[in-house]
């Protein structure tokens, strides 16, 4: 949702969700649990919690993370919510206890990876292949990356993703005449 340049911005603006992903809090609670260097990477809304409730309860959070080696924290973000986001390792996600989210409610889960981890770009890699067979609309191999807090360490691309892709059919145009 935070993407500008993702298939989300036909649907609503990706600023203000961009905004809650910088959050210095959010960040903050993600550098506690992968150290200092925070790179953004992934964030979906959920009209309701159940569906990702039901993500995690099928081993699915982390699965399709193309970070190498896999460091990262998941936000989980109650829109409209006075209390504290929720902010877990993604690690030891399968075994948190989130029976306190409301399952009917919207949910905003944002996901942070460590900048010690090489985020790969290769779409052949096992978890992007993953990724793309179970959920043909994404592909995290063009996802662009947001460095939040400290530096790069793995020499992860930042470039890639910045802008709309170019339609295929705009290379195969006959020369004017």
């Given at each position: ?23 210095p809090a959010l960040v903050e609670a993600a550098a506690r649990l992968i150290g200092a260097d925070v790179v ?22 982390g699965r399709y993370w193309p970070a190498s080696p896999l460091a990262g924290a998941v936000a989980l973000v ?28 919207p949910l905003y889960v944002v996901r942070y990876m460590s900048a010690a981890s090489r985020f790969d770009r ?56």
């Amino acid at each position: 949702m935070h993407n500008p340049w993702g298939h989300a911005a036909t649907l609503a603006s990706a600023w203000p969700f961009l905004d809650v992903c910088e959050d210095p809090a959010l960040v903050e609670a993600a550098a506690r649990l992968i150290g200092a260097d925070v790179v953004l990477w992934d964030s979906e809304l959920h009209l309701e919690a159940a569906s990702y409730l039901r993500f995690v309860d099928d081993g699915r959070e982390g699965r399709y993370w193309p970070a190498s080696p896999l460091a990262g924290a998941v936000a989980l973000v109650v829109p409209g919510s006075t209390s504290a986001p929720t902010t877990i390792d993604v690690a030891a996600i399968a075994a948190a206890d989130l029976s306190a989210i409301d399952a009917a409610a919207p949910l905003y889960v944002v996901r942070y990876m460590s900048a010690a981890s090489r985020f790969d770009r290769n779409p052949r890699a096992n978890a992007n292949w993953i990724a793309m067979e179970e959920q043909p609309l994404i592909n995290f191999a063009t996802r662009p990356l947001w460095l939040v807090s400290g530096e790069d360490r793995a020499g992860n691309d930042f470039t890639t993703g910045f802008a709309p892709a170019v339609p295929r059919w705009a290379a195969t145009q006959p020369e004017p005449h």
